[in-house]
């Protein structure tokens, strides 16, 4: 077994995860059997009941487990789905390090951070090693080196280098930004980060210098002489305009052959199988407007794993899709922020703030006839809208923001009714969904079961199922049992659809979430519709 480890300097959110997975990438389109791994240092258990705000979105595997978003981008740029065991944090491995010392199983011994934590750690690494036919594990360490959180994480990445010698490479990201008049690159940042990293025992075998612009050999040398890191492994990873660019630049200054040989591995060739891909997304042919309504919208990263599904759509067919963000707060006050655009997503959300802009924006696409896709909180509130301006039930709403209405159309699911504690305890992770036949959701997955993510509390009303049907709204999806309501659609639109999954978190960059896709393809016949009835009034 092999380990890449990514450890990062001078700043976080320099782009440490697209780079780690841009390698995952090189690496497995070289014909090597790649998984990664995400070392989250802070506190939390997993990042379930972290705030979208604060971290972006929430990531959910098959498994059920909730991780950081960064995950998405693992599997995405592997085509491949991990588990909860690829993501590290420390709360996970102190909780392990002290239910272990309850149980008595350190014999009486003072229980430390080395070699307790740091033996976990190791275990969680070498666990991850073994789970699956592998060659190569890619470690990202989140922060930056010199934050206390990621200490022991390094510390055991000091001891791994030691016990598997010549088997683990460590690449340093670092910052290299440009200052004054003449925008000279500056390397300081990165010599002070790399003898951070020093001092804890750790020499980089690699450095990944983020810079505006392409590093000039200057730079290099100067890199080179103060880290001991041969010039030809400093490696520019400079702005581009589209992070699928990253892989290929990386390539280009011989990171695979880097990494090949001091790993002392053997693989063929590098395929780039994006190559199509890449194209179409940076030259498309065509582009449509979404307006995607929540309540999250000052952070994009909270929908992350929505955008990266509409650029999956744009590499399949080359239409390109801008969105509008719109505070679903701000509609029930002016609705005008929804004029012109093509498509409606409304994504998931907890809680009742925004809920009545939603409910607002539905009602246009279903009017109108708006192109419409709604995910998991999205697909509730077509439910409520269909009930309270189709059924004529006024009051109609979710338990969850109103535990008192007369007209519960979408309930707490019954096993969730004793829950307390609110980490990993939602409806989690892939299940079955049935399709029906002669629906719009067969007509988009062709089969008749699929499995998706979940993450929710709160389901259709069961009760209010035959009402809604003979009101007209088709539930084309269900869950296994065949009681939970899993799609919806609407009798005469083949542009209108919802589902309790997140189709998102399994759309990957060949295979884009067939949702997402349908939408954008129906977006595109509507601007094609708007054009057209333009000109006929201006005739
Ligand atoms: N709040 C809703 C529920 O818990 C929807 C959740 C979501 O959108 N992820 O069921």
Request: glycine share 8%.
């Amino acid at each position: 077994m092999r380990y890449v480890i990514i450890t990062g300097g001078v700043l976080s959110g320099i782009g440490k995860g697209t780079i780690a997975s841009s390698i995952c990438y090189l690496l497995k389109n070289s014909g090597l059997k790649v998984t990664a791994l995400k070392i989250d240092p802070y506190l939390n258990y997993d990042a379930g009941t972290m705030n979208p705000y604060q971290h972006g979105e929430v990531f959910v595997l098959d498994d059920g487990s909730e991780v950081d978003l960064d995950l998405g981008n693992y599997e995405r740029y592997l085509d491949k789905s991990l588990t909860g065991d690829n993501n590290l944090t420390t709360g996970k491995i102190y909780k392990e390090v002290i239910e272990r010392e309850r149980r008595g199983e350190y014999l009486g011994n003072t229980v430390q951070i080395i070699p307790h934590i740091t033996n976990e750690i190791k275990r969680r690494i070498k666990k991850v090693a073994a789970s699956d036919d592998l060659d190569v594990v890619v470690i990202e360490v989140g922060g930056t080196v010199g934050d206390i959180e990621s200490m022991p994480f390094l510390e055991a990445v000091r001891q791994l280098r030691r016990e598997e010698f010549g088997k683990v490479l460590v690449g340093h990201v670092t910052l290299i930004p440009s200052v004054g008049s003449n925008e000279e690159l500056k390397t300081k940042p990165t010599q002070h980060s790399v003898k951070t990293l020093r001092e804890i025992g750790i020499q980089p075998d690699i450095i990944l210098g983020r810079s505006p612009r392409k590093l000039d050999a200057e730079s290099r040398r100067r890199i080179a002489l103060f880290t001991d890191v041969p010039e030809e492994s400093v490696i520019s990873v400079h702005d581009v305009s589209n992070v699928y660019l990253i892989p290929e630049i990386m390539e280009k200054q011989g990171v695979v052959r880097i990494i090949k040989k001091s790993l002392g591995i053997e693989s063929g060739p590098f395929t780039d199988i994006w190559g199509e891909y890449r194209k179409n997304i940076m030259n498309p042919r065509a582009e449509v407007t979404i307006a995607v309504v929540g309540k999250y919208t000052e952070l994009h990263d909270a929908y992350f794993s929505h955008k990266e599904a509409f650029t999956h759509v744009a590499g399949e067919t080359g239409i390109n899709t801008k969105l509008r963000w719109i505070d679903s707060d701000s509609l029930s006050v002016d609705p005008s922020p929804l004029e012109g655009v093509q498509g409606i997503l409304i994504p998931g959300g907890f809680g009742y703030r925004g809920v009545e802009g939603k409910i607002i924006a539905t009602k246009k696409s279903r009017e109108e006839k708006i192109p419409f896709l709604g995910i998991c909180l999205g697909f509730q509130i077509s439910v409520i809208e269909y009930a309270r301006n189709v059924l004529g039930l006024k009051k109609a709403n979710s338990s969850e923001f109103d535990s008192s209405t007369p007209d519960p159309v979408i309930d707490i699911l019954p096993e969730q009714k004793a829950v307390k504690d609110l980490g990993g305890t939602m409806r989690l992770g892939s299940k079955r969904v049935r399709i029906f036949d002669n629906t719009l959701a067969m007509g988009l997955y062709k089969s008749p079961e699929i499995f998706e993510r979940h993450r929710h509390r709160y389901e259709v009303n069961p009760l209010y199922k035959d009402r809604l049907e003979k009101a007209g709204m088709v539930f084309s999806g269900v869950d296994n049992e065949g009681t939970r309501m899993e799609i919806a659609e609407l009798p005469d639109r083949d542009n209108f659809i919802a589902s309790q999954y997140h189709s998102e978190f399994k759309s990957r960059p060949l295979n884009p979430s067939k949702l997402h896709l349908h939408l954008v393809k129906k977006a595109l016949e509507y601007k094609e519709m708007q054009k057209e009835a333009l000109l006929k009034t201006e005739r």
